[in-house]
C-alpha cells in the first residue's frame, strides 16, 4: 500500500516545478502512474502533471515534432503527425507498449523517466536523435536523448520535469526500421533494434542504429553507425551490413536473466540490425510512397 501525505496537481509547467520544489519531504513527478503504482517510491507526496499542458503533439513552424511528456502511448500510436513522420518509427514503438488499457494512461515522458533498459520508446526516438526538453524553477534545458539515461532507473533529471521531446524535420525524411523480440505480446522487450538513415542521393548521411533491452541503458551503436554513415549506397553491399551489424553486437553489453541469455540477445542485435539496414537500405532506392519504410514490427 502506497502511503501518501498529499496528491498535488499541477495546472502549467510553471507550477509543477514549483510543487515539486517546495517540500516539505520528497515528492515525485506522477504522469500516468503505470510505472508508479508498480513500484511505489518513498515519498511524501506526488506532483500529478496530467493537466499541466503537456499533453500537446505539434509540428512547430519549422517541420519539427514536439511531443509533450504527458502524451499518452496511445495518442502517440494513433496521432496523423507521429504516424506519418519517420515512417511512423515512434507511433509503432508506442503501439507496442503493453496493452490498450496501459497505452490510454501511460505516457512518453514516463516510459523514458522510468528509465528501465527496455522502454520501448527509447530506441526509436534514439534513431531520430530526439532532443529533451527538461525544466525546473529557475532553468530549462535541452540535451539529447542519448544523454538522458545515466542507468537502469536512473536519468539525469534529479527532481526536474521532462516537459516534452523534439524530433527535427529532417529526422522524420529518415528511412526507419525497427524490430522489437518478446517472449509474448505483453511482455518486456528481450531485444530492441531501431535503425533510421537519412538518405541523401546516392549516399547515406546520418545513420543511426539505436539498441534497448541489451545494455544498462538504452544505448546508440555509434562504431556500428560510423561504418554506414557517409557511405555511397552501392558500397553498402551484404558483407558491409554483415560487418556493421557485427560491430553492433560488440558494441551491445547485455545480461543474462529468466527471458534470455546474454548471447542470445547479442547475436539477435546483429541479426536484426544486418535485417534492418538491408531493408531500410532497399527501401531507400525505392522511394515510391509504399515503399516499406516500416515503422516497427512486434
Ligand atoms: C501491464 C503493463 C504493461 C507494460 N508494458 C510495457 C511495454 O510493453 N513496454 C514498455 O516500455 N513499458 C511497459 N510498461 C511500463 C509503463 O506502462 C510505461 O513505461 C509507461 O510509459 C510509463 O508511463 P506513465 O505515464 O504511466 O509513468 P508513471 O508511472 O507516471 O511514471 C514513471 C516514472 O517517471 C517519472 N515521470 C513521469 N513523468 C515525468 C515527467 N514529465 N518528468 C519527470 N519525471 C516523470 C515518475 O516520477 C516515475 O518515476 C507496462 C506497464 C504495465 C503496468
Known amino acids: 500500500m502506497w502511503e501518501l501525505k498529499e496528491y498535488r496537481i499541477a495546472g502549467s509547467v510553471g507550477e509543477a516545478v514549483a510543487m515539486m520544489r517546495r517540500g516539505p519531504g520528497k515528492g515525485v513527478y506522477i504522469a500516468g502512474g503505470t510505472d508508479l503504482f508498480l513500484f511505489p517510491p518513498a515519498c511524501d507526496y506526488v506532483v500529478d502533471v496530467n493537466h499541466a499542458g503537456m499533453s500537446s503533439i505539434a509540428r512547430t513552424p519549422d517541420g519539427d515534432l514536439f511531443i509533450g511528456a504527458a502524451a499518452t ?8 503527425l507521429v504516424t506519418g ?4 518509427l515512434v507511433s509503432a514503438a508506442a503501439a507496442h507498449c503493453g496493452n490498450r488499457p496501459v497505452r490510454t494512461t501511460a505516457t512518453i515522458g514516463g516510459n523514458l523517466c522510468n528509465a528501465l533498459p527496455s522502454a520501448d520508446l527509447a530506441p526509436a526516438l534514439l534513431a531520430l536523435d530526439a532532443v529533451c526538453y ?9 540535451l539529447p536523448l542519448e544523454d538522458f539515461f545515466t542507468g537502469p532507473r536512473r536519468t539525469v533529471l534529479d527532481g526536474r520535469l521532462l516537459v516534452g521531446i523534439a524530433l527535427s524535420a529532417a529526422a522524420g525524411e529518415r528511412r526507419a526500421q525497427a524490430r522489437r523480440l518478446t517472449r509474448s505480446a505483453e511482455d518486456i522487450a528481450l531485444v530492441q533494434v531501431a535503425v533510421a538513415l537519412e538518405i541523401e542521393g546516392d549516399r547515406v548521411g ?3 542504429i539505436a539498441l534497448g533491452s541489451v545494455a544498462p541503458v538504452p544505448m546508440r551503436a555509434m562504431l556500428a553507425e560510423a561504418l554506414v554513415e557517409g557511405e555511397l549506397i552501392a558500397n553498402l553491399d551484404p558483407d558491409r551490413l554483415a560487418d556493421a551489424a557485427a560491430i ?5 553489453d547485455p545480461i543474462d536473466d529468466h527471458r534470455a541469455s546474454a548471447e542470445y540477445r547479442r547475436e539477435m542485435v546483429g541479426v536484426l540490425t544486418r535485417r534492418l539496414l538491408a531493408s531500410a537500405l532497399a527501401a531507400a532506392t525505392d522511394m515510391s510512397p509504399d515503399s516499406g519504410n516500416e515503422g516497427g514490427a512486434a
Do not use: K
Open 134 to 142: 527538461i525544466a525546473d524553477e529557475d532553468s530549462q534545458e535541452s
Open 248 to 252: 553492433a553486437a560488440a558494441e551491445c
Open 85 to 88: 513522420f519517420a515512417g511512423g
Open 206 to 208: 546520418a545513420a543511426r
Open 73 to 80: 502511448l496511445h495518442d502517440i500510436a494513433t496521432s496523423p
